[in-house]
């Protein structure tokens, strides 16, 4: 029997391969990595990771990230049913966005795993070592990140590097989370060890593969997370001095905009270190919802609705007048976009009445408009080719600068308040005026620069709870109309393991026990 490792489907606890269902078995290539191909010339190698860019991280995508880490921080807000269940923190075991999420990195953890153990003795003698080295630094780099958005959402996770390991006997422990936290480590250092160098340039349809810059960012990420800040600010220093990333907008791109990070014919830019590369073909699953799931109604999406998602009120008074980054981020009414195209041809002005989920406001990042040249084709199902940053590199910057405070309350040294003012400067803001960088500027600098891209709620994640809950408990989750305002517990943090699973592996609910 042929055995596949299957992308949509597929969660770690039931990769019973032996008595699949024969549909499972019949999934088309591009769904799955077979272990009984064979790769023969370095391009077939080269494509081996393509729908671990897109496909397998679609579920996660498509509501989950928003609904989880967007409302659940407090920038965004909706009563749509299936993903409001954050907004007061009530998400339950049997929530089918937690359930779509956990499937989806564990999809991707299968896939990634598959290429690991497998790639190797599957290629033939005309593929270079260079060629396989690198497709395999991309399967850890993807399986590290994977690993990362899994420990920061639920806590103590099963580690596995190879599924088939586990066919036999699919009840598996949770392990400690600083043994995942190890384990991602690894793996991002693998990826350093074997993904090519880069610079990003012009050309921007070679940049979509993750580098060994994009390893070494993401690993100080990493760092930052566990307040490892030595590392973390060696590693974000590192991938500084290469020179392999620019700011948009910057002094090394002055005629850009922090607005055309979002256009979909920006995909893929100098400032991009790792984003899911969406697509538009003729399958479910490989292109991006944002554009109809933000856009405040169908006079701007492709589909015959809108606006799944608002901002909240906590967010619309964030920014300051002079901030160019609001008008990208949130839309008011009289605001003009004239790069969107609508049901009534090119250019938006914005209505009065704009209420996307009653918030008297709309989502603009990751809102591209109607079919056009500058927005991209869409698919049968409205889904668009617009790009979803994991992480660019004005985020780098504010590491940087976090680090180099090392966990203190601030810090004078220039170099961190030059990566910080350099994010500030192109939003249109002055440098800071009194030359100490404190840890609170750039808490709040990361959520203005990085709101609705899924970071906010592991920022909340990082400070001290009482601290969080404070911040939480005091953000307007209403609407335009009725304030509401809701208190986390601690527990709340960390999210509950899908019923589902738990009814397949009983184990996942015993303590976490030691993978090294």
Known sequence: MKKLYKLSALTLFTLMLGSCEPEFLDRPSEDSISLDNFYSTNAQVETATNAIYNKTWFN???????????????NMHSYSSDVTSMRNFSISSTDGELENAWKSLWSVIAQTNALINFLEVRVGPDVSQEVIDNTLGEAHFLRATAYFYLVRLWGPVPIIENNLDYVDAPQINTNLVEDVYTFIESDYLMAINKLDEKIRGTNYGENGRVSKGSAKAMLSKVYLTIQDYPNAKQYAQEVINSGEFKLYGGSALPEKTFGDLFLTNNNNNEESIFA????????????????TQFGYSSYITNANYGGVFGPSQDILSLYEDSDLRRKQTIMLPGDEYPLITTADGPGLVVPDNIDAQGSGAGIKKYVVGKISEIAGPADA???????????????????????????????????????????RNRAGLADDSDNVLTFEEVFAERRKELAFEGDYWFDLGRIPRSEAIAIMSNQNRGDQNVEAYFTPTESDFILPYPDTEVIKNPLLLDEPVPYY
């Open 60 to 74: 996660f995508h498509n509501k989950a990230f928003f609904a989880i880490m967007e409302v659940g921080s407090g």
């Open 381 to 423: 199902w409205a889904m668009m080719e617009n790009n979803t940053y994991i992480m660019r590199y004005a985020e780098l910057l504010l590491i940087y600068a976090e680090a180099s405070i090392n966990g203190g309350g601030s810090t004078s040294d220039q170099a961190a308040l030059d990566a910080y003012n350099l994010v």
């Open 276 to 291: 899911l590369q969406w697509k538009v073909t003729g399958n479910y699953g490989f292109a991006s919802n944002c554009n």
